[in-house]
C-alpha cells in the first residue's frame, strides 16, 4: 500500500507555471517538476474541493494548466470534523487568521488520515516553528498529524 499524500496548492502552482526569473521559484519549479516526474508514482495522491477552486482562481489558461494536473485524483472533502480543526488551529494562533485556507489544508490532511502533506507553503505550514503548535493542536483533538514535507524532502534516499 502506498502512502497517502495530500497535494497543497502550491505544489501544483509550481508545476503548471511559467518558468520563472526568480532563482528560488525557479528551483521550487525544478525541484517540483522532478519529484512530480519521478517520484509521484510511488503514492497515492489526493487534492481537495478547496484546492480545486484555488487552482481553478485567477488567469483562465493558467487555471487550466492547474486543473489539468489535479484532474482524476480523489478529492478530499470538508466536512464538520475538518471544519472543526480549522477553526481550533485558528482559535488557537496555530495559524494566523489572515490564513484561513492554510488552516484547512492542514485539516483536510489531518482528518483524512493523509501520511503526508507537500507544500512549498513555508510561511505557514512547511514552517518548524508554527508545526510545534500545530502538531499539539492536532494530537489534542484527538489527531495523529501527517509528516509536513515539500517535494525536495519527499524523494529517494
Not at 481537495?48 to 487550466?64: C, F, V
Not at 492536532?138 to 524532502?153: D, L, N
Request: net charge negative; proline share 4%; with cysteine.
Amino acid at each position: 500500500m502506498n502512502s497517502k499524500v495530500y497535494l497543497e496548492t502550491s505544489i501544483i502552482s509550481y508545476l503548471a507555471a511559467r518558468p520563472s526569473r526568480d532563482l528560488v521559484v525557479a528551483a521550487h519549479q525544478q525541484i517540483t517538476a522532478e519529484w512530480w516526474d519521478n517520484c509521484r508514482h510511488r503514492f497515492d495522491l489526493y487534492t481537495s474541493e478547496l484546492m480545486i477552486r484555488e487552482a481553478g482562481a485567477g488567469n483562465p489558461d493558467a487555471a487550466k494548466r492547474r486543473l489539468e494536473f489535479l484532474a482524476g485524483l480523489p478529492s478530499l472533502n470538508i466536512n464538520n470534523e475538518v471544519m472543526t480543526l480549522a477553526i481550533a488551529l485558528l482559535d488557537a494562533r496555530a495559524v494566523p487568521q489572515q490564513a484561513v485556507d492554510d488552516a484547512y489544508h492542514i485539516s483536510l490532511a489531518v482528518v483524512h488520515g493523509m501520511d503526508y502533506l507537500l507544500t512549498w507553503n513555508c510561511k505557514h505550514i512547511a514552517n518548524a516553528t508554527m508545526w510545534s503548535r500545530i502538531d499539539g493542536i492536532c494530537r489534542a483533538q484527538g489527531y495523529e498529524p501527517p509528516a509536513i514535507a515539500t517535494p525536495e524532502q519527499l524523494q529517494e534516499g
